[in-house]
Structures are given as C-alpha cells and as structure tokens.
C-alpha cells in the first residue's frame, strides 16, 4: 500500500503548515505534492517557500505565485465586495514588495500540472493534479460543476481522477460512466492555509493507493489559529484577513 498527500492553497500560514507537515509525518505518508499557491493574505511567504523549497516537495504555480512571480496586475474580481477587493491588492502588494529575489525566482519555475501513473486492479490509473482546472490556474471548480463539462475535462485529459485545489472547499466527486465518457473522480483537496468553510481547519487530502483501488481521504486538523491573527495584525497585510479568521474562531 502506498499513500500520497496533496497539499495546496497555503497563502502563507506557516502554523498551518506545520500542522499538517507534522500529520503527516505522523501517518508515514510516502510523498507529498503541493498544488500551489504558497503566498499572500498571511505573512509567511517566505518562509513558507523555504519549507517547500527545503522538503523538495513538488509544487505546481498557484495564481498568486504566477501573479507575485511575474508582477501581474491584481484584476478585482466580481464575488468580492468593496472591502475584500481592496484588502486582497494591498495583501498581494505587501507579498511583492517583500518577497525574497530568490524566492521569487523559484516561483516561476512552477509547472502547471503533474501527472500521477498507479496500477490498480489490473489497469492503469491516471491521476492529474491541478491548481484550479484543466484549462487555468484560476478556474474555479466547485462541486456543483455541470456535469458534461466535468465529464469532459476527464474525457479529454483521458484521467481518471482530477485533483485541483483554489476554492478552498473541500470535496470528492465521483462521476458515472456515460456512452461518451468514462468513470471518473474529481477531488478538491481544499485550503490548508485560508479555508472558506464554515471553521478554518488545515485541509490536505491523502490517497490511500492499494492494488485494488484508490481510496480519497479528506482531513482536517486544527492549527494556533490565535498565532496567526496576532501576526497578520502585527503586519502591513490589511486586517481583513485576521478578521476572517476570527469569525469562526476555533478555541
């Protein structure tokens, strides 16, 4: 039996992170893989970068390390209000203005994507990782996608599980075989650094791989959440972020 885990969506909060890299430590997980997004909106990016960087773990190009690496403009988007558009360019120009050179370098080495070959059952199984989409870095892919399009990307990907990060919600979905289309899963590991459910636990996914199948497991663990809020207030990142922690603060 082997098992990997999928970690994405960090946004600098190394408390998380450390959480979750001690997880799975404990639970003797073979590999680990990050999706991406390593920085913004908490203030250890540097840091968070080292400890990828220093575990040689891969990891793909989230969009804000594709827009902090390459200086991209920060475009509003539609589902934020006045307040949390505003928060989000002076968070992402504070990770610009303060990132290491070296840092910086490294993320624009990032890939887009990984490619994961296992045998099961007899068969190959191809497992595809993704920061949002088969088609961006900055799709989202929420679990009440419409179906033929999801069918599609597994079709055309000729994958049998897609994995994406970037909502920041967790799900597995599994879908049915159809006459142009076959079985698939479609898995979002969620956030480990900045979840948008209702508490904000340190997400990671681990696949259990046997020779029989591959089992997804979603786990959630709780971090010094106090230790961040106090840092991000202590810090030029707008106090927008420690609020939002701070709404479904976990004792």
């Known amino acids: 039996m082997k098992s990997i885990a999928i970690i994405s969506d960090i946004h600098g909060n190394l408390p998380a992170l450390k ?21 913004d909106f908490a203030p250890w990016h540097n840091e968070v970068i080292e400890q990828i960087r220093e575990l ?46 070296e840092n910086k370098e490294f993320l624009k080495t990032l890939p887009a994507r990984f490619l994961l070959n296992f045998t099961t059952s007899g068969k190959d199984t191809k497992i595809l990782l993704v920061h949002a989409s088969t ?7 929420y679990e ?21 990060g970037h909502t920041h919600r967790p799900y597995v979905r599994h879908v049915e075989a159809t006459k142009d289309s076959p079985a698939g899963i479609l898995i979002n590991s969620g956030s480990l650094g900045r979840s948008r459910e209702d508490n904000p636990l340190a997400t990671y996914l681990i696949l259990h791989i046997t020779e029989e199948k591959i089992i997804p497991e979603i786990i959630k663990l709780k971090y010094p959440i106090n230790e961040v809020i106090n840092a991000i207030e202590k810090s030029p990142i707008p106090n927008f972020y420690a609020e939002f922690l701070k709404k479904d603060l976990i004792v």
């Open 19 to 39: 959480v979750v890299l001690e997880d799975i430590k404990q639970k003797n997980i073979d590999e680990i893989y990050c999706l991406g997004d390593l920085v």
């Open 56 to 101: 040689e773990i891969p990891c793909l190009m989230g969009n804000h390390d594709e827009r902090v690496a390459f200086d991209y403009e920060v475009t509003p988007l539609q589902k934020h209000n006045p307040e949390e558009r505003a928060a989000r360019v002076n968070g992402i120009n504070y990770t610009k203005q303060s990132i290491k050179p």
């Open 135 to 141: 088609r961006s870095n900055d799709e989202y892919i």
């Open 144 to 164: 009440n996608h419409d179906l033929i399009d999801v069918q599609s990307m597994l079709a055309n990907e000729k994958a049998d599980i897609i994995i994406m």
